[in-house]
Protein backbone atom coordinates (compact mmCIF):
# COMPACT_ATOMS: atom_id res chain seq x y z
CA UNK A 1 0.00 0.00 0.00
CA UNK A 2 1.59 2.95 -1.23
CA UNK A 3 1.30 6.65 1.16
CA UNK A 4 -1.88 8.07 -0.79
CA UNK A 5 -3.09 4.72 -0.58
CA UNK A 6 -2.94 5.00 3.32
CA UNK A 7 -3.96 8.20 3.87
CA UNK A 8 -7.21 7.76 1.80
CA UNK A 9 -8.21 5.06 4.13
CA UNK A 10 -7.03 6.59 7.62
CA UNK A 11 -9.47 6.85 10.47
CA UNK A 12 -9.06 10.81 10.17
CA UNK A 13 -9.99 10.56 6.32
CA UNK A 14 -13.21 8.55 6.78
CA UNK A 15 -14.10 10.70 10.31
CA UNK A 16 -14.11 13.50 7.73
CA UNK A 17 -16.09 11.96 5.03
CA UNK A 18 -17.95 10.75 7.48
CA UNK A 19 -18.62 14.10 8.54
CA UNK A 20 -19.19 15.81 5.59
CA UNK A 21 -21.65 13.07 4.32
CA UNK A 22 -23.70 14.07 7.32
CA UNK A 23 -23.53 17.75 6.66
CA UNK A 24 -24.75 17.00 3.06
CA UNK A 25 -27.97 14.95 4.38
CA UNK A 26 -28.76 17.84 6.98
CA UNK A 27 -28.19 20.00 4.53
CA UNK A 28 -30.95 18.37 2.14
CA UNK A 29 -32.89 17.80 4.82
CA UNK A 30 -32.96 21.67 4.92
CA UNK A 31 -33.43 22.64 1.82
CA UNK A 32 -36.49 19.85 1.27
CA UNK A 33 -37.57 22.05 4.58
CA UNK A 34 -37.82 25.12 3.16
CA UNK A 35 -38.93 24.23 -0.17
CA UNK A 36 -41.69 21.88 1.56
CA UNK A 37 -43.12 25.01 3.44
CA UNK A 38 -43.07 26.91 0.74
CA UNK A 39 -45.12 24.55 -1.06
CA UNK A 40 -47.37 23.90 2.12
CA UNK A 41 -48.06 27.69 2.16
CA UNK A 42 -49.02 27.86 -1.84
CA UNK A 43 -51.42 24.62 -1.35
CA UNK A 44 -53.03 26.66 1.80
CA UNK A 45 -53.27 30.10 0.09
CA UNK A 46 -55.27 28.06 -3.18
CA UNK A 47 -52.20 28.46 -5.15
CA UNK A 48 -52.43 24.89 -6.24
CA UNK A 49 -50.53 24.97 -9.19
CA UNK A 50 -47.47 26.79 -7.60
CA UNK A 51 -47.65 24.02 -4.93
CA UNK A 52 -47.36 21.08 -7.43
CA UNK A 53 -44.47 23.02 -8.79
CA UNK A 54 -42.11 23.14 -6.02
CA UNK A 55 -43.24 19.49 -4.60
CA UNK A 56 -42.29 18.60 -8.34
CA UNK A 57 -39.09 20.20 -8.02
CA UNK A 58 -38.11 18.70 -4.83
CA UNK A 59 -39.19 15.11 -6.04
CA UNK A 60 -36.99 15.74 -9.09
CA UNK A 61 -33.43 16.94 -7.22
CA UNK A 62 -34.03 14.28 -4.52
CA UNK A 63 -35.73 11.55 -5.95
CA UNK A 64 -34.84 8.21 -4.06
CA UNK A 65 -34.79 10.17 -0.74
CA UNK A 66 -36.82 7.89 1.36
CA UNK A 67 -37.66 11.12 3.17
CA UNK A 68 -39.89 12.22 0.05
CA UNK A 69 -43.09 10.25 1.24
CA UNK A 70 -44.59 13.20 3.24
CA UNK A 71 -44.33 15.20 -0.27
CA UNK A 72 -45.48 11.91 -2.92
CA UNK A 73 -48.75 12.26 -0.05
CA UNK A 74 -48.75 15.73 -0.34
CA UNK A 75 -48.00 16.22 -4.12
CA UNK A 76 -50.85 13.38 -4.64
CA UNK A 77 -53.32 15.59 -2.63
CA UNK A 78 -52.25 18.73 -4.82
CA UNK A 79 -52.92 17.16 -7.99
CA UNK A 80 -56.10 15.05 -7.14
CA UNK A 81 -57.30 18.58 -6.22
CA UNK A 82 -56.09 20.44 -10.18
CA UNK A 83 -57.95 17.04 -11.02
CA UNK A 84 -55.08 15.89 -12.65
CA UNK A 85 -55.75 11.91 -11.06
CA UNK A 86 -53.21 10.12 -13.50
CA UNK A 87 -50.38 12.25 -11.73
CA UNK A 88 -52.13 11.90 -8.63
CA UNK A 89 -52.72 8.48 -8.63
CA UNK A 90 -48.91 8.20 -9.63
CA UNK A 91 -47.67 10.05 -6.50
CA UNK A 92 -49.51 7.97 -4.06
CA UNK A 93 -48.45 4.89 -5.36
CA UNK A 94 -44.99 5.63 -4.84
CA UNK A 95 -45.67 7.11 -1.06
CA UNK A 96 -47.70 3.79 -0.62
CA UNK A 97 -44.34 2.28 -1.67
CA UNK A 98 -42.62 3.58 1.03
CA UNK A 99 -44.91 2.22 3.21
CA UNK A 100 -47.93 0.65 3.07
CA UNK A 101 -49.55 1.14 6.26
CA UNK A 102 -50.62 5.05 5.78
CA UNK A 103 -54.38 5.12 5.62
CA UNK A 104 -54.56 8.56 4.01
CA UNK A 105 -52.54 7.58 1.32
CA UNK A 106 -54.64 4.16 0.49
CA UNK A 107 -57.63 6.50 0.41
CA UNK A 108 -55.93 8.56 -1.89
CA UNK A 109 -55.20 6.04 -4.35
CA UNK A 110 -58.96 4.66 -3.87
CA UNK A 111 -60.19 8.50 -4.43
CA UNK A 112 -58.12 8.44 -7.76
CA UNK A 113 -59.20 5.13 -8.83
CA UNK A 114 -63.10 6.97 -8.31
CA UNK A 115 -62.54 9.65 -9.97
CA UNK A 116 -61.07 7.38 -13.11
CA UNK A 117 -63.81 5.45 -13.08
CA UNK A 118 -61.88 2.19 -12.04
CA UNK A 119 -63.77 0.86 -9.32
CA UNK A 120 -62.70 -2.24 -9.16
CA UNK A 121 -59.87 -1.13 -8.17
CA UNK A 122 -60.91 1.34 -6.09
CA UNK A 123 -62.64 -1.34 -4.18
CA UNK A 124 -59.61 -3.44 -4.46
CA UNK A 125 -57.31 -1.14 -2.87
CA UNK A 126 -59.70 -0.31 0.26
CA UNK A 127 -60.26 -4.19 0.55
CA UNK A 128 -56.51 -4.90 0.53
CA UNK A 129 -55.58 -2.18 3.31
CA UNK A 130 -58.49 -3.02 5.32
CA UNK A 131 -57.40 -6.77 5.03
CA UNK A 132 -54.08 -5.52 6.74
CA UNK A 133 -54.45 -1.98 8.64
CA UNK A 134 -57.29 -0.72 11.04
CA UNK A 135 -59.90 2.11 9.22
CA UNK A 136 -60.36 5.39 10.91
CA UNK A 137 -61.07 7.81 7.73
CA UNK A 138 -62.68 4.96 5.72
CA UNK A 139 -65.09 4.54 8.07
CA UNK A 140 -66.52 7.53 6.18
CA UNK A 141 -65.81 5.97 2.72
CA UNK A 142 -67.97 2.96 3.79
CA UNK A 143 -71.10 4.75 5.12
CA UNK A 144 -70.68 6.34 2.03
CA UNK A 145 -70.72 3.13 -0.23
CA UNK A 146 -73.27 1.43 2.08
CA UNK A 147 -75.79 4.74 0.89
CA UNK A 148 -74.73 3.97 -2.90
CA UNK A 149 -75.81 0.04 -2.01
CA UNK A 150 -79.04 1.18 -0.66
CA UNK A 151 -79.48 3.48 -3.77
CA UNK A 152 -79.05 0.49 -6.24
CA UNK A 153 -75.61 1.69 -7.03
CA UNK A 154 -72.25 -0.84 -6.62
CA UNK A 155 -73.44 -4.11 -6.55
CA UNK A 156 -71.12 -5.48 -8.39
CA UNK A 157 -68.98 -4.86 -4.94
CA UNK A 158 -71.41 -5.41 -2.19
CA UNK A 159 -70.00 -8.28 -0.51
CA UNK A 160 -66.69 -6.42 -0.24
CA UNK A 161 -68.46 -3.48 0.77
CA UNK A 162 -71.05 -5.04 3.62
CA UNK A 163 -67.84 -7.33 5.07
CA UNK A 164 -66.23 -3.75 6.29
CA UNK A 165 -69.04 -2.06 7.17
CA UNK A 166 -70.26 -4.72 9.15
CA UNK A 167 -66.49 -5.70 11.24
CA UNK A 168 -66.85 -2.12 11.79
CA UNK A 169 -70.43 -1.56 12.93
CA UNK A 170 -71.06 1.08 10.13
CA UNK A 171 -74.62 1.87 10.04
CA UNK A 172 -76.79 3.65 7.60
CA UNK A 173 -78.82 5.90 9.68
Known amino acids: MDAQEMI????????????LRIHHRSKVAEV??????EA???RNE????????????????????????TVY??????LFDQSRFIESLHYYKKAQALNRGLEIV???IYLNYVELERYDEAIAEMDQY???????AYLITLKELLGDLKNGFAR??????VKWARKYNVLLY
Open 73 to 78: TVLGGV
Open 106 to 108: SLG
Open 40 to 42: IEC
Open 32 to 37: IEIMFS
Open 130 to 136: LTCYHAD
Open 156 to 161: DHESVI
Open 46 to 69: GDLQRSSEILLDIVSKYEGDSRLI
Open 8 to 19: WRSPLVSAIFIS
